[in-house]
């Protein structure tokens, strides 16, 4: 598992594109037959992915970092599965996900494995982890169990479908929130206006970008904006004094998390594009 300090809103402000990138994109996820790793220190966020290929994947754990005997023996961790047919195995119970599926796992769950249907098209399974102070069960959500939310309109390029899977009126958990937005065709803004969370981070999985495209990701404190350019199936780590938003130039989707204070997906501190610098 690898590590990362996060700057704070004044260092950021005098970092140059490439140690921008270092700091708040990931981009070293998605390894075929592996499973990848990154600790943050926002929150205590742990960012990952697992791609079996031939094999289960099996997801262990790290002194250095958790100091715990197993992965989420005091930590929660939402998966959802952006790439083909596949399963996670929790406690010996099998879970078969389908692209866009969702699962929780719950504190205390001992033995996590990954399952691909097929190597020659594996699973790509997105991992989100916090930490936890209560036990809920692992639940399974298939895309059509989401709350879908329509957002949006064309005339502002921002026609989105929000497919809400771990919230308080969904699956159940301690801090993590989760789920995934869709841009309809045409459509290239996602959630304006831009926003911070004084309360807690949110990271971004962007996905579903086609190869010559890509999403300027703007972050920052509302006067002191600077972006990142996404490519598919690369993360944005959003701090609590950082907005988030993103134009792509064409569609795209996006996984959102969140973790901190609470769980109240309206919590946040909008900033009309006027206020932007």
Known sequence: MKSRIIPDEIRYQRMTTAE???????DDIFT?????LLYTDVDRAIIGSAVPTTAKLTLGTSKQQLAAD?????????????G???????????????NCDCLYIGRESKQIEFESRSASGPARFYLISYPA????????????????????????ANQRTLFKYIHPKGIRSCQLVMGFTQLKEGSIWNTMPPHTHTRRSEIYLYFNIAPTACVFHMMGAPQETRHLIMKDAQAA???SWSIHA???????SFIWAMGGENQDFDDMDKFPATELR
């Open 20 to 26: 921008l990138r270092q700091s708040f994109l990931v």
């Open 237 to 239: 780590i959003s701090p």
């Open 246 to 252: 993103g134009a792509g130039t064409s569609a795209y």
């Open 70 to 82: 197993y992965f989420c023996q005091r930590r929660e961790l939402g998966v959802l599965n952006i």
């Open 32 to 36: 075929p037959g592996a499973i990848d």
């Open 133 to 156: 102070h209560q036990n809920y069960p692992t639940t399974l959500a298939r895309r059509s169990d989401a709350e879908a939310v329509g957002l949006g309109s064309q005339r502002d």
């Open 84 to 98: 083909h047919a596949g399963a996670v195995i929790v406690d010996g119970k099998s879970h078969p996900m389908d």
